[in-house]
């Protein structure tokens, strides 16, 4: 089993910058690819991005692409999502998740692909 806790949400303004982290325990992530999704209000859940388990590679959807960085550090079993130049429509519950697979763009988007999600953290966005 592994349990993930996000951390780092917060209010922030339109352009403002902030850094979640994903910490794992009960076993190491270092097999693992990492995910980020975030639910909206009245939204449904939606990828953001993905790490692969060597942290070699990664993806992310295009609404994010330039602007959050996705990096992890398995010394600390802990994920990180590095968010700039914040858009009032980035306002969502932010979780992060993990699954035992092989990294392509068609799977790491899916949500039923992913074995354990953290609680979320909220973040919200003022114009």
């Known amino acids: 089993q592994v349990q993930l806790v996000e951390s780092g949400g917060g209010l922030v303004q339109t352009g403002g910058s902030l850094r979640l982290s994903c910490a794992a325990s009960g076993r190491t992530i270092k097999s693992y690819t990492m995910g980020w999704f975030r639910q909206g209000p009245g939204k449904e859940r939606e990828f953001v991005g993905a790490?692969?388990?060597?942290?070699?590679?990664?993806y992310y959807a295009d609404s994010v692409k330039g602007r959050f960085t996705i990096s992890r550090d398995d010394a600390k079993n802990t994920v990180y999502l590095q968010m700039n130049s914040l858009k009032p429509e980035d306002t969502a519950i932010y979780y992060c998740a993990a699954a035992l697979l092989v990294f392509n763009p068609v799977v790491v988007v899916t949500t039923t692909e992913y074995d354990y999600w953290g609680q979320g953290t909220q973040v919200t966005v003022s114009s």
């Open positions: 790490i692969s388990w060597r942290g070699d590679s990664t």
